[in-house]
Structure formats: structure tokens, C-alpha cells
């Protein structure tokens, strides 16, 4: 829905960008501080009453979205005297670019290409604009970004909502409408969008933030990160805002971490499976599969689980030396169709008894389902897992045909009293298809 060329809004925003547009400009930082303090509250009154809160409906990201994002494998590295390979830099993002094309990632979906933290300078340029590090992105970001699309992908960039990001870059509070505007004239086709230092009123800048991208006339991916830094978090807001939200603490490499968010997820704590669809997805953060902390086992598990579970699939992996097995997971067109089905649910976790966890979504064609059990344990031997169907709530009574996914293998026909039995290896998974019979 497009709200811009209401008279209301046309007016609020001419107020706001003069707002907005005041505090832009360069200045001692006394008067800076004395503007903000008298123009906060003003900025904050407009937002509410004068702008939609329909910024996700973009038309993007209508199945969950899928690529590439750095910081999980490449953090804040900038160093590139030192370690010029990993560093972030233009160097390293063309690279991914290029392997993305090559390796076969962009014609499975992955098609976004995402700088995070620590690709700016500490400082705006004379006008207030952000500006990329001039060693380390030498061609700045707008020949980046023509790099990306010559690519056949799309570009990815990361900022905060508050005064600064969390690595301690220059932030977009008080600098909204100028960045969104920046991004757009960079070719931007996604923004993450931090919570760090954002304060009370971070609900109110993200709003302005949408606000401000889709009045660039540019398709803007939205990821927004403010249920991640809420206690009661907003999922009505980040529904109807927001193309992806962050809702738990940062992806480490390890087990550890996969574990907790997939009980978090299964928990579905204020029952936010329902907020996820066509457009607006909970983001559980990126994949970490070919890196160096987990087994085999474990990356299936996280993959698998991240299908299951709708969410984006964003790998943070140096493309240059991920194993070949990590590769061929990452490519699976059967994992990769689950998490894209066109229904768009995310799945739920239907019983845990132990370390055993049974999860279904609904998937097309119309009545059959993806189901998944886990083994959440890390002891030394599997898990014996005997249950019928029905026990995940599959009910057609002609029963199903059941295809196991990560191989393809054929298990044949089950009715719902059929028991589904197996032997499940520490912190494993089963995954399989039920298509009605």
C-alpha cells in the first residue's frame, strides 16, 4: 500500500524532513546536543501521528530471503594491513560476490550480499552524510554495489538505530531521512537496521526509518532488529514494519547457540510463529554451517531446523575455503524448498519429551507437511524415537507418502497410527516430507 501522496502525509513530512533536515548540518557539539534535546520529542509526536505503519509491504521478500552476510565469520575485522584476506573490505564482499556466481549459491536463491558492522568511517563528511573507509573501500560504495548487480545480485548494508552502531560507527538517530536517501543512491537493495544505543523511543526511529525507505522509490529489504533489544517485544509493529526481525542474541559458532535458539523458537514465547509469513519473517540469524565449530551432524541440524522454522537463510562463511560436504548442504534443493514454500508458515514444535523434539509445517501442495525430531542431547549415544504420525498431527486418513529429505530416499506409504522409528544420533536430525496419499 502506497500512503505517500496523501495530503496528511505530504504535509507531516515536510515537517519532519525540516526537522530532520536542521540537524544534519554540521555543527559544534554543545549546539548538536541543545538541538537534539529540543527536537526529539517533536521529531517522536510527528512520527506517531503522521506515518503508516505499513513500511514491510515492499512487495519483497515474499519467501524468506536468502545470501550472504558478514559478520558471524568476519566480525569487525579492520585490519587490513595485517590481514588483508579477511578483513572487511570491497576486496573480500567482491570475492563472495564472485564465489556466490561460481559455486552455484546465486541459481539456488542466495541473492543478497550483506556488509555488516564496520564498513564506514567514524565520521560523516562535511554535509552529513555517511562515507565508506576510503582504504579499505577505495571504489566506494556505489561502485560496489554496480559490482554486486553485474553480478545478477543484490546489495546489502548495515546501519543502527541509535547514536552509534554497536562496533561504535556513526548511527542513523537524527540522520534518517539523509541515510535512507544515501542508501538508495547507492543502489542499496537491504538494510539491516542495529538496535544498539537506540533508547526508549527505538520503535518510534524505525518507523520513521521505513518511513523514509520506501519514500525513496527504491525496493528496500527491511531487517529491523528492535525485538531483539526489547524485553516485551512488539511483534505487531515488526509484523506490519519490518521484512525481517531479529528476536534473540547474536549467532556464535558453536552448538551452544543453535541449541538455544531452536528451545527458543520451539518455546514460541508471545507465540511469534504467528507474526511470520509472506513478507515478515522471524530472524533467528545466519547460518554458520562451514565454519569451525560444528560436527556434520549439526550443520544438517541447523539447516534443517532454519527451513522448518521459515527463517532467513543468510550464510557467514568464507566462500573461499568452506568444506565441500558444508557446500553441498547449503545447495540442497529439497532443504531449500521447505524453508521457500509458498504458504509461508513457520513451523512449530509440536511435543519434546527429553532431548527429543517433534516439529511440523504445513507445506504445498495443500495438506502435507514437513516434520523434523531432534535430538537437543550432546551425550555419548543415540536416541531410540518411536511414534506414530499422528502423534505430529497429520490426520489424513488415506495416510501419506514419506520422502526423506536431505537424501531424497523414498520411505513409502505410512497411514497415521504407522510408527516412525529411529535412531537418532547426538544433537542430529531427521527430516521428511508427508504428502498426502
Not at 4 to 11: F, I, K, R
Not at 141 to 153: A, P, Q, T, V
Not at 209 to 214: H, P
Not at 344 to 364: E, H, M, N, S, Y
Request: net charge negative.
Amino acid at each position: 500500500m502506497d500512503n505517500s501522496g496523501s495530503p496528511t502525509l505530504v504535509a507531516c513530512v515536510g515537517t519532519i524532513s525540516q526537522l530532520t533536515s536542521s540537524i544534519f548540518l554540521p555543527r559544534p557539539a554543545i549546539s548538536y546536543i541543545r538541538v537534539t534535546m529540543i527536537l526529539k520529542s517533536s521529531l517522536i509526536l510527528l512520527a506517531f501521528m503522521c506515518l503508516p505503519l505499513d513500511a514491510a509491504d515492499n512487495g519483497l521478500a515474499i519467501t524468506p530471503p536468502m545470501g550472504w552476510m558478514s559478520w558471524e565469520r568476519f566480525r569487525c575485522n579492520t585490519n587490513c594491513t595485517l590481514d588483508p584476506d579477511h578483513c572487511i573490505s570491497e576486496k573480500l564482499i567482491m570475492e563472495m560476490a564472485d564465489l556466490m556466481v561460481m559455486g552455484g549459491y546465486r541459481d539456488a536463491g542466495y541473492e543478497y550480499v550483506a556488509i555488516d558492522d564496520c564498513w564506514m568511517t567514524h565520521e560523516r563528511d562535511k554535509y552529513g552524510r555517511l562515507q565508506a573507509d576510503p582504504i579499505r573501500f577505495p571504489s566506494g560504495m556505489k561502485n560496489l554495489s554496480d559490482y554486486i548487480h553485474s553480478r545478477g545480485l543484490k546489495f546489502g548494508i548495515y546501519e543502527d538505530m541509535g547514536l552509534m552502531t554497536c562496533k561504535g560507527y556513526p548511527g542513523s538517530k537524527f540522520y534518517l531521512q539523509m541515510d535512507a536517501d544515501t542508501f538508495a543512491s547507492w543502489g542499496v537493495d537491504m538494510l539491516k537496521l542495529d538496535c544498539c544505543w537506540a533508547g526508549n523511543d527505538m520503535e518510534t526511529g524505525y518507523e520513521v526509518m521505513g518511513f523514509f525507505l520506501n519514500r525513496t522509490g527504491r525496493p528496500i529489504m527491511y531487517s529491523c532488529s528492535f525485538p531483539a533489544c526489547q524485553g516485551k517485544k512488539n511483534y505487531i509493529l515488526a509484523e506490519t514494519l519490518c521484512n525481517t526481525w531479529r528476536n534473540y542474541g547474536d549467532m556464535n559458532d558453536d552448538w551452544d547457540s543453535i541449541g538455544k535458539i531452536i528451545d527458543y523458537y520451539g518455546n514460541d514465547t508471545e507465540h511469534f510463529s504467528k507474526a511470520a509469513g509472506p513478507g515478515h519473517w522471524n530472524d533467528p540469524d545466519e547460518l554458520i554451517i562451514g565454519d569451525y565449530g560444528l560436527s556434520a551432524a549439526q550443520e544438517k541440524t541447523q539447516f534443517g531446523m532454519w527451513a522448518m522454522m521459515a527463517s532467513p537463510l543468510f550464510m557467514s562463511v568464507d566462500l573461499r575455503v568452506i568444506p565441500k560436504t558444508s557446500a553441498k548442504l547449503l545447495l540442497n534443493k529439497r532443504v531449500i524448498a521447505i524453508n521457500q514454500d509458498a504458504l509461508g508458515i513457520q513451523g512449530t514444535r509440536i511435543f519434546k519429551v527429553g532431548d527429543l523434539a517433534g516439529w511440523t509445517k504445513p507445506i504445498l501442495p495443500k495438506g502435507s507437511y514437513a516434520i523434523a525430531v531432534v535430538n537437543m542431547g550432546h551425550y555419548g549415544e543415540p536416541l531410540y524415537f518411536r511414534r506414530p504420525l499422528k502423534d505430529f498431527g497429520l490426520s489424513n486418513p488415506t495416510g501419506y507418502n514419506l520422502t526423506e529429505t536431505f537424501d531424497g530416499g523414498q520411505m513409502g506409504y505410512f497411514n497415521i497410527s504407522d510408527q516412525l522409528t529411529l535412531n537418532l544420533e547426538p544433537t542430529g536430525i531427521f527430516l521428511v516430507t508427508a504428502i498426502p496419499y
